[in-house]
């Protein structure tokens, strides 16, 4: 991919509109006396002094102590072991129901979150005042129950604003929120929440997704049975218009059941226990595609500054705006999204498929609630981008100001879709981070100019480097995505790591003190913009030269007839010089067929496109790709099935949001082993349909998330 100056910018800075992160530099340069004329000057500044960019970010966003902090940062400047605001306490749930970022209170009656189901034509609102009204009342009967600072309260649910006001009532008492998706089954639930054993369970007795009502009673029964924590099930009922006899006045068998209109007539005020600036606010879970799902915990504090910082300084966004990005309740892009309410944003929910009716059903949402920034994934974007569709041209979108991607790389032919068929003079901010953070630490910039298939900037205070294979930093050329100093939005540890063994050997064994996150990502050395090339326990290595495996699809997936592509290199990467096979998949669209002429156009557009090393050994087209929960191809998974791995341990069945496509990976890697080894001969199986096996609690994907 050329350089930043080897191509024209798709999008420049409205120099008449004065971005957050400009205020914030000129109040910079009046509470230190320091003068920052670039964005990069003052992402070293950051980043060298960690200690004075946190404390006085905490300044500028009037963070409410209890207690006010010893120091801003105390253990080093290494990754792992830092202790952050050593003293301080306060509470993360305060400050999303508090006041915006310009100091002045919110009005009470405006608009906090605005929500939407795909059941539901008209959106349901509620002011500050009443979610303020709401937070209080269900943490008072959270308290009635026995709920307190450090008790778990789970979720199985969707995304409603319930479940945005149980969170924030278990917050506002130091109880640990973790929250699962309504399409994991009974076991993928099980496997995360016997991990950390929560006293109180909050769901939903059904949920509709995709035109269809799912029914969840019997995989709650199965949840609480194997749940002997459980003291208690707060049940929430659908929308009246689709209850259709699922609801009726079903009670939990073998716990105390609690409904939600119960929990909503409890007496409570609205009370917030300031716990310390590191106690656990949430735990997330990793996909646990290729094991047991990691409980990764995160601290009120540390959340707290980091959503303020990326949401108002990098995504730009103001008290008023409606945010919006399309995320289910389990993905850390829904934490990501609530954080809005701390800057009196106005956060927007949906509920539902992003493409029932159809694959315009968020551009029609965008345009009739006049969004002013919307979030989606990757994915998405380029599924609208091959079904092409011109959202711009069927939809008025003159309030959209900006659009933001994650979930994967979004290739240059995305990037040139948004502006041709969106919106020309819409701000794209491609973003990078993970769950293991709960944010993105390379974003979004309101200063900098958006290039094709590059993301503008490492964030402030984010100490992001490419390392090659020696542990030396590079510019210009595709190392590993390196953090080299703390933030305060790293783990606290793994639930019952107690030695932090599991958090060790996840992050900090390939460079000790050091956290490896397992991307691939290349850093401009004339623009410090950067490239994502995917993960790096992915990568293809094809005669000495390494390649990350965005590349590959971007190749791939921009041919017609292909409508997805996964792509395996069965090399041991800790085998010196021994190469194995490229193998790629197509899941091919409507009407394509894997001929001769296919093959030869595919093997042409790589040769010419990336290189001859990288014509693939051979070609399989698949009924589909597989993918996580959150919509990631599960290449690691393949790799492991086509190096004889097993099924059942390669993957993790119940962590896939389309499973029957892993179980057809697996037969044709045992077909493929059978081949190698003087068997029959090999297949190519064109138009094949996977054999359905067991239904996991009828839990649809969300593939597009």
Same mark, same amino acid.
């Given at each position: ?62 963070? $409410? ?142 949920? !509709? ?180 569709? !011109? ?28 502006? $041709? ?82 958090? !060790? ?107 001859? $090393? ?25 790799? !492991? ?65």
């Amino acid at each position: 991919m050329a350089p930043s100056s080897a191509q024209p910018p798709l999008w420049l800075p409205d120099r008449t509109h004065v971005a957050h992160l400009t205020r914030f530099m000129g109040w910079l340069a009046r509470d230190q006396g320091t003068t920052f004329e670039t964005y990069h000057q003052l992402y070293e500044w950051s980043v060298t002094h960690p200690d004075r960019f946190w404390s006085t970010l905490a300044r500028y966003f009037q963070v $409410r102590f209890g207690t006010p902090p010893a120091s801003a940062f105390e253990a080093g400047h290494k990754a792992m072991g830092a202790v952050w605001f050593p003293g301080a306490t306060l509470n993360y749930a305060e400050h999303l129901l508090r006041f915006a970022a310009d100091e002045n209170p919110v009005d009470l009656d405006q608009t906090a979150v605005l929500f939407r189901s795909e059941s539901q034509g008209q959106p349901v609102r509620l002011s500050r005042r009443e979610l303020r009204e709401q937070v209080g009342t269900v943490a008072g009967r959270f308290r009635s129950l026995g709920v307190k600072a450090g008790d778990r309260v789970a979720g199985y649910l969707p995304n409603r604003p319930e479940t945005l006001v149980a969170f924030l009532a278990a917050a506002s008492l130091g109880a640990i929120w973790s929250v699962v998706p309504v399409e994991l089954s009974s076991h993928g639930v099980l496997d995360r929440l016997t991990q950390i054993q929560p006293k109180l369970l909050v769901t939903a007795v059904a949920y !509709r997704y995709d035109g269809r009502l799912h029914d969840q009673r019997q995989a709650i029964e199965r949840i609480v049975a194997e749940l002997p924590s459980l003291e208690a099930v707060l049940l929430i009922p659908l929308d009246p218009a689709d209850e259709g006899g699922v609801t009726g006045d079903w009670n939990v068998p073998g716990t105390r059941t609690i409904s939600w209109a119960d929990a909503r007539s409890s007496q409570g005020g609205l009370r917030f226990h300031r716990v310390p600036f590191a106690h656990p606010l949430w735990i997330l879970f990793s996909s646990g595609s290729t094991g047991a799902p990691k409980p990764i915990v995160h601290g009120h504090g540390g959340m707290l500054l980091e959503h303020l910082k990326a949401l108002h300084l990098h995504l730009d966004l103001s008290a008023g705006d409606r945010f919006f990005w399309y995320t289910t309740a389990g993905w850390m892009m829904w934490n990501f999204l609530i954080a809005g309410l701390a800057l009196g944003a106005t956060v927007v929910l949906y509920d539902g498929c992003p493409k029932f009716p159809d694959l315009s059903v968020l551009w029609r949402f965008v345009s009739e609630e006049r969004i002013d920034y919307f979030g989606t994934s990757a994915p998405f974007l380029m599924a609208c981008c091959k079904e092409g569709l !011109r959202p711009g041209a069927q939809f008025d979108l003159a309030q959209l100001r900006g659009i933001g991607s994650t979930g994967a790389p979004l290739p240059p032919e995305g990037f040139e879709w948004v502006y $041709r068929e969106v919106k020309p003079d819409v701000w794209l901010g491609s973003m990078s981070g993970g769950t293991d953070v709960c944010t993105a630490f390379v974003l979004g910039n309101p200063l900098l100019p958006v290039y094709a298939g590059q993301l503008q900037c490492r964030g402030l205070g984010a100490p992001v480097e490419a390392w090659d294979e020696d542990g030396r930093p590079v510019l210009d050329q595709v190392g590993e995505l390196v953090l080299t100093g703390p933030m305060p939005c790293m783990p606290l540890g793994f639930w019952n790591d107690p030695d932090d063994r599991r958090l !060790r050997e996840a992050y900090f064994d390939v460079y000790p003190g050091i956290w490896r996150h397992g991307d691939w990502i290349r850093i401009n050395a004339e623009d410090g913009q950067c490239i994502i090339y995917g993960r790096s326990d992915s990568t293809l290595k094809r005669g000495g030269v390494r390649m990350g495996t965005s590349e590959f699809y971007r190749v791939i997936e921009t041919l017609p007839e292909i409508g997805e592509a996964l792509v395996i290199d069965t090399s041991r990467l800790d085998t010196a010089g021994a190469t194995g096979q490229l193998l790629l998949f197509v899941a091919l669209r409507p009407g394509a067929l894997l001929d001769a002429a296919l093959r030869q156009k595919i093997v042409a557009a790589l040769r010419t496109e990336l290189s001859p $090393r990288h014509v693939p050994d051979a070609i399989y087209a698949v009924p589909e790709i597989p993918h996580t929960l959150n919509g990631k191809k599960m290449e690691v998974p393949v790799k !492991r099935m086509f190096a004889g791995v097993p099924l059942e341990r390669a993957a993790n069945l119940y962590a896939v949001a389309n499973p029957d496509a892993l179980e057809f990976f697996a037969r044709l890697a045992h077909t493929a082993a059978t081949a190698s080894h003087g068997g029959h001969g090999g297949t190519e199986p064109h138009g094949a349909t996977a054999d359905h096996g067991e239904k996991r609690d009828d839990h649809p994907p969300h593939t597009l998330s």
